[in-house]
């Protein structure tokens, strides 16, 4: 009990640690009189706002999770992720813990793969269908390790997830993962 509620804490100074930085960052360039700037760095913040709240709504808790924390380093990955959704529909029919192992594995494929000195981005387009999620990944950055990274893509063998890689380079992979109702 002791464990979660020190996890809370420190999850709570994570949060505002990134709002406070984000509120510094507005009044900086109000008092630089760049006002389209703040604008704009407003904008993301609701963007951005408006996506998390797809994601906490689709039906997968740890899903949401892994992918709400991952930017703040907890799991040491050398890159960050921004994600978006293509509609709102929810996700039930999909085993979330299989989905976020799987997820999680995936991640640390890549983290181990990329060159951690470069600017690496994940962008993941998440779809949730009828009886299905599809995500649309594409990364930019520096690979180091094409070879392990195509290689566990295109031998990944499991009856509800369907890999379909579409490029991989030294600067950048291209798939599509379709994640068959699980439950």
């Given at each position: 009990?002791?464990?979660?509620?020190?996890?809370?804490?420190?999850?709570?100074?994570?949060?505002?640690?990134?709002?406070?930085?984000?509120?510094?960052?507005?009044?900086?360039?109000?008092?630089?009189?760049?006002?389209?700037?703040?604008?704009?760095?407003?904008?993301?913040?609701?963007?951005?706002?408006?996506?998390?709240?797809?994601?906490?709504?689709?039906?997968?808790?740890?899903?949401?999770?892994?992918?709400?924390?991952?930017?703040?380093?907890?799991?040491?990955?050398?890159?960050?992720?921004?994600?978006?959704?293509?509609?709102?529909l929810p996700a039930q029919f999909i085993n979330?813990?299989?989905?976020?192992?799987?997820?999680?594995?995936?991640?640390?494929?890549?983290?181990?793969?990329l060159h951690p000195l470069y600017a690496n981005?994940?962008?993941?387009?998440?779809?949730?269908l009828e009886k299905s999620l599809s995500l649309?990944?594409?990364?930019?950055?520096?690979?180091?390790?094409?070879?392990?990274?195509?290689?566990?893509?295109?031998?990944?063998?499991?009856?509800?997830?369907?890999?379909?890689?579409?490029?991989?380079?030294?600067?950048?992979?291209?798939?599509?993962?379709?994640?068959?109702?699980?439950?």
């Amino acid at each position: 009990m002791m464990k979660d509620k020190e996890e809370t804490l420190t999850l709570l100074q994570h949060a505002r640690h990134d709002w406070l930085n984000r509120i510094q960052l507005i009044k900086g360039y109000l008092a630089l009189g760049k006002t389209e700037e703040a604008e704009r760095v407003i904008e993301e913040i609701v963007l951005e706002s408006q996506q998390e709240t797809k994601l906490t709504k689709l039906g997968l808790p740890e899903f949401a999770t892994l992918f709400l924390l991952h930017n703040w380093g907890w799991e040491g990955h050398t890159f960050q992720i921004e994600y978006e959704f293509i509609n709102d529909l929810p996700a039930q029919f999909i085993n979330d813990v299989t989905l976020t192992d799987w997820m999680k594995s995936f991640f640390q494929v890549i983290s181990d793969a990329l060159h951690p000195l470069y600017a690496n981005q994940l962008y993941v387009s998440i779809e949730p269908l009828e009886k299905s999620l599809s995500l649309h990944f594409d990364f930019e950055g520096k690979l180091k390790d094409l070879r392990s990274l195509e290689k566990w893509l295109l031998h990944y063998e499991d009856k509800q997830i369907h890999i379909n890689l579409k490029e991989v380079s030294e600067t950048n992979f291209i798939c599509n993962v379709i994640f068959s109702g699980m439950e």
